[in-house]
């Protein structure tokens, strides 16, 4: 997860418009729109990440404040996550997920996600790398593009079999 924003009005009203089932078009466009509410509100808050590295593993630990809404990245590739602590709710294409620790998903490539931590939360990423360099680490798995849907991205659902969703 991202960015993070305890903002209860504008993002929590956005938020709770993404409840139904969506296509991974439409949830990321939705997702996008709260980050952009997220972006403008004064209440930006601190989500401490710690970087754990093994052979051939990468671990991203975040840890989201209770209140929290959260947004995280869009990998290029399928990853690994688990929340050791806390109960959140993430936005899915099949609608909103709550999930209470120990609690292990698997996220599927081009996936854009907004979370809300009802109490405080630490999740971990998983990637298979031996790199170690984490600027390295954000180009080799990060796709966001700041857009809705990029060209890279579209390619990306396609290769998997995305069906989109138009109009």
């Known amino acids: 997860m991202g960015l993070g924003s305890t903002s209860k009005l504008k993002a929590m009203d ?3 418009e993404i409840s139904s089932p969506l296509c ?8 996008y729109k709260l980050e952009a509410v997220m972006k403008q509100s004064q209440n930006q808050v601190e989500c401490p990440v710690t970087h754990h590295f093994s052979k051939g593993v990468y671990a991203r630990e975040v840890f ?7 947004v995280g990245h869009v990998h290029k590739t399928k990853n690994m996550n688990i929340l050791s602590q806390g109960t959140i709710t993430v936005l899915t294409e099949d609608g909103p997920k709550t999930l209470t620790a120990p609690a292990t998903i698997v996220s599927e490539a081009g996936v854009k996600r907004a979370a809300f931590a009802h109490t405080d939360v630490v999740w971990t990423t998983i990637h298979a790398t031996e790199e170690t360099d984490i600027e390295k680490i954000k180009e080799e ?6 857009e809705p849907l990029g060209e890279e991205e579209m390619s990306l659902l396609m290769k998997q079999g995305e069906v989109l969703c138009l109009g």
């Open 14 to 16: 956005v938020f709770e």
């Open 24 to 31: 991974p078009v439409e949830l990321r466009a939705k997702v």
């Open 141 to 146: 798995f990060i796709l966001d593009t700041g």
């Open 64 to 70: 989201i404040p209770a209140g929290t809404i959260a």
